[in-house]
């Protein structure tokens, strides 16, 4: 199950993997950031684990090995936008949210995994791994650059679609455009949370996991809930999954020929 809910996070590397074509799969941006990712958020779930039960703390009556487990399985989940956990994430928050321990940590991860989403065209909501990979792309550019001065001028290339491409400067404004739009609506929808009295970690996971569409809530988000909260929800995960251009050029677009109509 976990190997299907991380290939919800990846779209067109399957090609590659099933013709067998690992190094062009392997090269692509969006799989070495995916896999950078994945290594950085098991590497700090197992510190975590490590500390945490070291302590002699336990969580959910769970072994050092089945928190480490269930957790991770949690990560891949949260990536791929697929919400199957092991384990109520409620119940998981709900059993240290009281005490000053650092297993919030792993909520903020969480947070921060479902805010990226997946690969473009892929199950997953969110970002995109492609503009992220932009991102740090262009800082390792813009970094490297400054070193050697402006004497030598290296090529921006990244694997796309198994083909070495260039990066333009319009691609990359676009990728810093697209952040900060997509934070702003991610700013909103937390602070729609905290209006109604719910602490700011909670709102953070709770809107994250709207606009990657994973499903997860830590108890916000029900029947009862208030009614700006829900539409909150749902304009979060529309804008998650057809992402925001798409979608407001279509709203745009229909005004248009209802205006004309008229």
């Known amino acids: 199950i976990n190997a299907k809910q991380a290939a919800a996070a990846i779209h067109f590397v399957h090609m590659f993997f099933f013709k067998f074509k690992f190094k ?18 098991l590497g700090t779930l197992f510190i975590c684990t490590a500390i945490y039960y070291s302590q ?15 957790t991770s399985y949690a990560f891949v989940s949260c990536m791929g936008g697929v919400g199957l956990s092991p384990f109520s994430m409620a119940e998981f928050y709900n059993s ?5 321990s650092i297993l919030h940590f792993w909520i903020i991860i969480y947070t921060i995994v479902m805010f990226i989403g997946g690969q473009t065209n892929s199950a997953a909501g969110g970002l995109k791994q492609y503009r992220l990979g932009i991102l740090f792309k262009n800082f390792y550019w813009n970094t490297k650059q400054k070193v ?3 004497k030598i001028i290296f090529p921006h290339t990244i694997v796309k679609n198994g083909e070495y491409v260039t990066v333009e400067d319009e691609e990359i404004k676009s990728a810093y455009e697209y952040f900060i739009l997509f934070t702003v609506i991610f700013i909103i929808g937390v602070l729609i949370y905290v209006s109604y009295g719910y602490d700011i970690e ?8 709207a606009l990657s569409n994973c499903g997860f809530s830590l108890g916000i988000t029900n029947s009862n809930s208030p009614g700006l ?13 057809l992402e ?16 004309k109509n008229v």
């Open 24 to 41: 062009k799969a392997f090269n692509n941006l969006e799989l070495k950031t995916q896999i950078i990712e994945t290594i950085i958020v």
């Open 148 to 150: 050697v001065g402006q």
């Open 244 to 259: 925001v251009y798409p979608f407001i050029l279509t709203f745009l677009k229909l005004f248009d020929v209802k205006k």
């Open 202 to 209: 909670m709102s953070l996971f709770e809107y994250s996991s």
């Open 96 to 100: 240290f949210a009281s005490g000053r």
């Open 56 to 70: 002699g703390e336990r969580i959910l009556d769970w072994t050092a090995e089945e928190t480490l487990a269930n």
């Open 229 to 241: 909260i829900i539409w909150a929800d749902i304009l979060g995960m529309i804008l998650g999954r």
